[in-house]
Antibody, heavy 118, light 107 residues
Framework: EVQLVESGGGLVQPGGSLRLSCAAS????????MSWVRQAPGKGLEWVSG????????YYAASVRGRFTISRDNSKNTLSLQMNSLRAEDSAVYYC???????????WGQGTLVTVSS | DIQMTQSPFTLAASVGDRVTITCRAS??????LAWYQQKPGRAPDLLIY???SLESGVPSRFSGSGSGTEFTLTISSLQPDDFATYYC?????????FGGGTKVEIK
């Protein structure tokens, strides 16, 4: 059974930092492009960032470019998202998902909630 | 960036109805279009990929069609479990983008 388990969410003050992680199991992690998708309360889905299978190519939404950094460790089957200079509008449930350019988002984690508030 | 426009925003329907949701891309995305279903408090589930391919385990009452910039998700006979929000997504080009969602409600 494929499992993607996110962790690292929580309450952080504006301007602060947070690091999200996603642990993958039941899947050959290194074969998949990976993405982070977020959903603000009561809102739709927003793709945030993606990374290629090797980790050599990273992609970002304009809203987070320069503040967020995606990375992966294929030896540990782990995807990460380093989030700096957080803003109130970054508050959302963050989902880890397999998927990228030309690869559908077939597997999703349960999500982790990030709240940016003073 | 490619903009994805879904319609309608909400849809009220009855069990057994045929339901159609439309998604329009601001430029051609070839066939790289997926549909997801999301229920409250849960992660989205993939229904359709590459415009018309049914994900494993998804009931055959769901189907997708389209090309270029115009795409459609059809539920042939709406079931109680289908009341949810549906999203289209293009994965032809980064940044990947989603439609705004269509909430299917009970009439």
């Amino acid at each position: 059974e494929v499992q993607l388990v996110e962790s690292g969410g929580g309450l952080v003050q504006p301007g602060g930092s947070l690091r999200l992680s996603c642990a993958a199991s039941g899947v050959t992690f290194s074969n998949y492009d990976m993405s982070w998708v977020r959903q603000a309360p009561g809102k739709g889905l927003e793709w945030v960032s993606g990374v290629s299978t090797s980790g050599g190519n990273a992609y970002y939404a304009a809203s987070v470019r320069g503040r967020f950094t995606i990375s992966r460790d294929n030896s540990k089957n782990t995807l990460s998202l380093q989030m700096n200079s957080l803003r109130a509008e970054d508050s959302a449930v963050y989902y880890c998902t397999t998927g990228g350019q030309w690869l559908r988002m077939g597997y999703w984690g349960q999500g982790t909630l990030v709240t940016v508030s003073s | 960036d490619i903009q994805m426009t879904q319609s309608p925003f909400t849809l009220a329907a009855s069990v057994g109805d045929r339901v159609t949701i439309t998604c329009r891309a601001s430029q051609s995305i070839n066939m790289w279009l997926a549909w997801y279903q999301q229920k409250p408090g849960r992660a989205p589930d993939l229904l359709i990929y590459k415009t018309s391919s049914l994900e494993s385990g998804v009931p055959s009452r769901f189907s997708g069609s389209g090309s270029g910039t115009e795409f459609t998700l059809t539920i042939s006979s709406l079931q109680p479990d289908d009341f949810a929000t549906y999203y289209c997504q293009q994965y032809n080009t980064y940044p990947l983008t989603f439609g705004g969602g269509t909430k299917v409600e009970i009439k």
